[in-house]
């Protein structure tokens, strides 16, 4: 069940000012009016056309003046439940149109003014680096772009102007903007034309494809690289690991700053190491939208196994309500790849953007969601410490929508805690009394290596995790050796 968004604060709001071809739309334009108050150039002048054609009306009709609240009174839009949808990287939104013109977004309440305004906030949902939306491109009224009913409507006003320019539809300044986007986000992304994959359904953590209690394969991926993958097919494995981009690849900024307790990274660690299959939990902490700062203060490790529907809506509830009385916020979420690098597979990777957009769509502005991936007992690491990172997804480029998301190195802050939680202590001792006798728990009094067992290998990795206060050496000594009497 994939984790669900916090509820958005106060109901519907209203839509920041318009920036694309909708501007004005508060005051209904009346067609026979005098000059039109938006951007200079009317349809008078396209095609050299304005000859014979009334001053005033040349001046008022220009495309800009066109609003839904105009195409309404002329009976080529009716009001209507669901009439309204933007499809945008694979994702569908829906709203309903209003006798007034407004649009009110079904998913949230929110309400909005124009076509323009409904459109950038949904892609700005999935692109946060998304300027404009191009709403009457975007936005479709029963399966039809709403720029052909305000060509229509053009036409059977201004009966001088040919069909052909009518229908047109030159690119706004929104419009150019993304094109020039996209011929960028094609160079800097380094993927091939080619390369046309579909999006699957995004699943949350606790429903994965992998068994209860089966063993993640110990066989060793090679990563791909996300410029190499190619189509997705039938074939193509979506446990297929892919190298992760950084920013500064790309020349751009992260856009948002983090910040991790290091009692989160302490706790998904000795998560990881208990059992040979893979685990999954929760993040809690705060995003401060001023300083654009996500703070992880608190893991939430789910005890219960991947698949595992019955058993997955009692733990997140249980973990909703742990969030709650702690006044934390879910910020991401945390799984592991036992024998396996700590990179994203494409199966995580149509997750992680399922998960964002579930978790930007509780707020009425951006919030990031995190991905932390922990590899435990990967041969490639470079010694007993277990390689956790962190990873987030960039849409792909607009011209290929059904392409996979790009994963994106994160860089955090460490922030070394002072003492082992209670609550840490807690989540310890109750994962250590879950995994009790599964088979696929780590025999921790075996081998890890020649040198050191499983058991010396958690305790060197938990190390350099560890709080300032030593007092905690004792606590954790406590916790193993009851890992010593379970295996």
Same mark, same amino acid.
């Given at each position: 069940?994939?984790?669900?968004?916090?509820?958005?604060?106060?109901?519907?709001?209203?839509?920041?000012?318009?920036?694309?071809?909708?501007?004005?739309?508060?005051?209904?334009?009346?067609?026979?009016?005098?000059?039109?108050?938006?951007?200079?150039?009317?349809?008078?002048?396209?095609?050299?056309?304005?000859?014979?054609?009334?001053?005033?009306?040349?001046?008022?009709?220009?495309?800009?003046?066109?609003?839904?609240?105009?195409?309404?009174?002329?009976?080529?839009?009716?009001?209507?439940?669901?009439?309204?949808?933007?499809?945008?990287?694979?994702?569908?939104?829906?709203?309903?149109?209003?006798?007034?013109?407004?649009?009110?977004?079904?998913?949230?309440?929110?309400?909005?003014?124009?076509?323009?305004?409904?459109?950038?906030?949904?892609?700005?949902?999935?692109?946060?680096?998304?300027?404009?939306?191009?709403?009457?491109?975007?936005?479709?009224?029963?399966? #039809?772009? !709403?720029?052909?009913?305000? @060509?229509?409507?053009? %036409?059977?006003?201004?009966?001088?102007?040919?069909? =052909? $320019? &009518?229908?047109?539809?030159?690119?706004?300044?929104?419009?150019?903007?993304?094109?020039?986007?996209?011929?960028?986000?094609?160079?800097?992304?380094?993927?091939?034309?080619?390369?046309?994959?579909?999006?699957?359904?995004?699943?949350?953590?606790?429903?994965?494809?992998?068994?209860?209690?089966?063993?993640?394969?110990?066989?060793?991926?090679?990563?791909?690289?996300?410029?190499?993958?190619?189509?997705?097919?039938?074939?193509?494995?979506?446990?297929?690991?892919?190298?992760?981009?950084?920013?500064?690849?790309?020349?751009?900024?992260?856009?948002?700053?983090?910040?991790?307790?290091?009692?989160?990274?302490?706790?998904?660690?000795?998560?990881?190491?208990?059992?040979?299959?893979?685990?999954?939990?929760?993040?809690?902490?705060?995003?401060?939208?001023?300083? #654009?700062? !996500?703070?992880?203060?608190? @893991?939430?490790?789910? %005890?219960?196994?991947?698949?595992?529907?019955?058993? =997955? $809506? &009692?733990?997140?509830?249980?973990?909703?309500?742990?969030?709650?009385?702690?006044?934390?916020?879910?910020?991401?979420?945390?799984?592991?790849?036992?024998?396996?690098?700590?990179?994203?597979?494409?199966?995580?990777?149509?997750?992680?953007?399922?998960?964002?957009?579930?978790?930007?769509?509780?707020?009425?502005?951006?919030?990031?969601?995190?991905?932390?991936?922990?590899?435990?007992?990967?041969?490639?690491?470079?010694?007993?410490?277990?390689?956790?990172?962190?990873?987030?997804?960039?849409?792909?480029?607009?011209?290929?929508?059904?392409?996979?998301?790009?994963?994106?190195?994160?860089?955090?802050?460490?922030?070394?805690?002072?003492?082992?939680?209670?609550?840490?202590?807690?989540?310890?001792?109750?994962?250590?009394?879950?995994?009790?006798?599964?088979?696929?728990?780590?025999?921790?009094?075996? @081998?890890?290596?020649?040198?050191?067992?499983?058991?010396?290998?958690?305790?060197?990795?938990?190390?350099?995790?560890?709080?300032?206060?030593?007092?905690?050496?004792?606590?954790?000594?406590?916790?193993?050796?009851?890992?010593?009497?379970?295996?």
């Amino acid at each position: 069940m994939a984790p669900e968004p916090l509820s958005p604060v106060g109901g519907a709001a209203e839509d920041a000012p318009d920036e694309d071809e909708d501007d004005a739309e508060a005051e209904e334009p009346e067609p026979a009016a005098g000059a039109g108050g938006g951007r200079s150039g009317s349809l008078g002048g396209l095609g050299g056309c304005a000859a014979g054609v009334g001053v005033a009306l040349g001046g008022a009709l220009t495309r800009r003046a066109v609003t839904l609240r105009v195409l309404l009174k002329d009976a080529l839009l009716e009001p209507g439940v669901g009439v309204l949808c933007i499809y945008y990287l694979g994702k569908k939104f829906i709203g309903d149109l209003q006798p007034d013109g407004r649009i009110v977004w079904q998913e949230t309440g929110q309400v909005f003014n124009s076509p323009s305004a409904w459109a950038t906030h949904c892609k700005k949902l999935v692109n946060p680096a998304k300027k404009s939306g191009c709403g009457w491109a975007s936005v479709k009224y029963k399966g #039809q772009k !709403l720029d052909k009913y305000k @060509a229509a409507w053009l %036409r059977r006003h201004q009966l001088h102007v040919p069909v =052909a $320019a &009518a229908e047109e539809s030159p690119a706004s300044e929104g419009e150019e903007e993304e094109l020039i986007e996209d011929e960028e986000e094609d160079v800097l992304a380094g993927v091939s034309a080619e390369d046309k994959t579909r999006r699957h359904p995004g699943k949350g953590p606790l429903e994965t494809a992998t068994p209860p209690g089966k063993p993640v394969d110990s066989k060793v991926q090679v990563p791909v690289r996300y410029c190499m993958l190619g189509s997705r097919d039938s074939a193509r494995n979506p446990h297929t690991l892919v190298e992760v981009t950084s920013f500064a690849a790309i020349n751009k900024f992260q856009p948002f700053n983090v910040a991790i307790s290091s009692n989160v990274l302490f706790l998904l660690d000795f998560h990881s190491h208990l059992t040979r299959s893979e685990v999954v939990g929760y993040l809690g902490g705060r995003w401060d939208i001023n300083s #654009q700062m !996500l703070t992880v203060l608190r @893991a939430f490790p789910c %005890r219960c196994r991947l698949g595992d529907a019955n058993s =997955a $809506a &009692a733990v997140e509830e249980e973990i909703y309500q742990s969030l709650f009385l702690r006044g934390l916020s879910l910020v991401g979420w945390y799984h592991s790849h036992p024998h396996s690098p700590a990179l994203p597979s494409l199966q995580d990777i149509d997750a992680q953007m399922e998960y964002q957009l579930r978790l930007q769509g509780s707020s009425n502005g951006f919030q990031p969601c995190l991905a932390l991936l922990c590899s435990p007992y990967y041969s490639g690491n470079p010694g007993p410490e277990s390689k956790i990172s962190p990873f987030w997804v960039t849409p792909p480029p607009e011209q290929r929508p059904s392409d996979y998301s790009v994963p994106m190195a994160v860089e955090m802050a460490y922030v070394q805690d002072s003492f082992l939680t209670n609550d840490v202590v807690h989540e310890m001792m109750q994962l250590v009394e879950f995994y009790k006798g599964a088979p696929d728990l780590v025999r921790f009094q075996e @081998a890890w290596s020649p040198e050191l067992s499983y058991l010396d290998k958690l305790k060197m990795s938990l190390a350099s995790r560890t709080p300032k206060d030593q007092g905690v050496c004792h606590v954790l000594e406590q916790v193993c050796s009851v890992l010593k009497q379970v295996t």
